[in-house]
């Protein structure tokens, strides 16, 4: 299996029989043009994680290619037809098994600050996406964890926390943009994280073996 980071949220996960890209937002670039995609998966709804503009244009150079959102994001893409999932579905994606995981809520942010939807995506049992909250697996062993690193609902100490709980054998820092200095937020998961777990900051744009 095989990502690149495309910055903040934005993943492309290439497992060898599926092509999935996810959470194509504002704050993320290089993904435009790609060509070949089986599935476009957004978390939730907010700006930084579905750009509409981009994803029609997308769903125009990919035309076999599925979109999945979350209920109320899907009502938000005036145009563009979505697949509606919710945690505890099953996806069958380009030969990819994708569960949908997590309490389907986003993180809080603030009390007076209405919750969204939010879907974590694991793929092939091996690879989560948890979007804006500290989604649980629902295994006991991991490969890759996709970890929020800076955003208005984290902490680091509790970015470190859900890292020793999940405890994958790779974790990829993403959700940087909101930071003036991600890499200081990488050098805690490094040295707080659980032993066995290999940080893995990739280059933007650049696909690495996970």
């Given at each position: 299996?095989?990502?690149?980071?495309?910055g903040?949220a934005c993943?492309?996960?290439d497992?060898?029989a599926?092509?999935?890209l996810?959470?194509?937002?504002?704050?993320?670039?290089?993904?435009?043009?790609?060509?070949?995609?089986?599935a476009?998966?957004?978390?939730h709804?907010?700006?930084?994680?579905?750009?509409?503009?981009?994803?029609?244009h997308l769903?125009?150079?990919?035309?076999?290619a599925a979109?999945v959102?979350?209920?109320?994001?899907?009502?938000?893409?005036?145009g563009?037809?979505?697949?509606?999932?919710?945690?505890?579905?099953?996806?069958?994606?380009?030969g990819a098994?994708?569960?949908?995981?997590g309490?389907?809520?986003?993180?809080?942010?603030?009390?007076?600050?209405?919750?969204?939807?939010?879907?974590?995506?694991?793929?092939?049992?091996?690879?989560?996406?948890p979007?804006?909250?500290?989604?649980p697996?629902g295994?006991?062993?991991?490969?890759?964890?996709?970890?929020?690193?800076g955003?208005?609902?984290?902490k680091?100490?509790?970015?470190v926390?859900?890292?020793?709980?999940?405890?994958p054998?790779?974790?990829?820092?993403?959700?940087?943009?909101?930071?003036?200095?991600?890499?200081?937020?990488?050098?805690?998961?490094?040295?707080?994280?659980?032993?066995?777990s290999?940080?893995?900051?990739?280059?933007?744009g650049?696909?690495?073996?996970?």
């Amino acid at each position: 299996m095989h990502l690149t980071h495309y910055g903040h949220a934005c993943v492309l996960v290439d497992t060898g029989a599926a092509r999935l890209l996810f959470d194509p937002g504002a704050f993320s670039s290089g993904f435009e043009s790609l060509d070949g995609l089986d599935a476009i998966l957004v978390t939730h709804q907010h700006f930084d994680h579905v750009d509409a503009e981009r994803v029609a244009h997308l769903l125009r150079a990919n035309p076999d290619a599925a979109l999945v959102t979350d209920g109320q994001t899907a009502q938000q893409l005036t145009g563009i037809d979505a697949r509606t999932a919710a945690p505890g579905d099953r996806l069958d994606l380009g030969g990819a098994a994708v569960d949908v995981v997590g309490s389907g809520e986003h993180a809080e942010i603030h009390p007076d600050i209405p919750l969204v939807a939010n879907n974590g995506y694991l793929v092939d049992g091996v690879l989560l996406h948890p979007g804006d909250a500290y989604v649980p697996p629902g295994r006991d062993e991991l490969a890759t964890l996709l970890l929020p690193t800076g955003a208005p609902w984290l902490k680091v100490s509790e970015a470190v926390d859900y890292l020793r709980a999940v405890a994958p054998r790779k974790v990829v820092p993403i959700h940087e943009q909101t930071l003036a200095d991600p890499a200081l937020h990488y050098r805690f998961f490094d040295s707080l994280g659980p032993e066995g777990s290999t940080l893995l900051v990739p280059d933007r744009g650049t696909a690495v073996a996970v």
